[in-house]
């Protein structure tokens, strides 16, 4: 059975950052694209970033240079390094997985279950 589990978010002020890490389990990590998402109150999730299972990665244009995607195939763990916090920021943070099924961002596909990310000003 594939999962993902989320750590590290958390509260922070404007400014500071933070490092996402999602584990995966029960699937060939290596191979697969890997995304994070996001979910603000009264807002539809979005895509924040993605790399793909060769390394490239894509942004969305609002964290683009202030946040950091990377992978550790090693560890079967995707990272999300996010500098410069801003209050927009402020969503609960969700990691997802592509498999040969489902693209990056299906709801049919592997989600992990959230980790909450708070930002004051």
């Known amino acids: 059975q594939v999962q993902l589990v989320e750590s590290g978010g958390g509260f922070v002020q404007a400014g500071g950052g933070l490092r996402l890490s999602c584990v995966v389990s029960?699937?060939?990590?290596?191979?697969?694209?890997m995304g994070w998402y996001r979910q603000a109150p009264g807002k539809q999730r979005e895509l924040v970033a993605a790399?793909?299972?060769?390394?490239?990665?894509n942004y969305a244009d609002s964290v683009r240079v202030r946040f950091t995607i990377s992978r550790d195939n090693a560890k079967n763990t995707v990272y999300l390094q996010m500098n410069s916090l801003k209050r927009d920021d402020t969503a609960v943070y969700y990691c997802?997985?592509?498999?040969?099924?489902?693209?990056?961002?299906?709801?049919?596909?592997?989600w992990g279950q959230g980790t909450q990310v708070t930002v004051s000003s």
């Open positions: 997802n997985m592509a498999n040969r099924y489902y693209d990056l961002g299906s709801p049919y596909g592997y």
């Open positions: 790399i793909t299972s060769t390394g490239s990665t």
């Open positions: 029960g699937s060939r990590f290596s191979s697969a694209a």
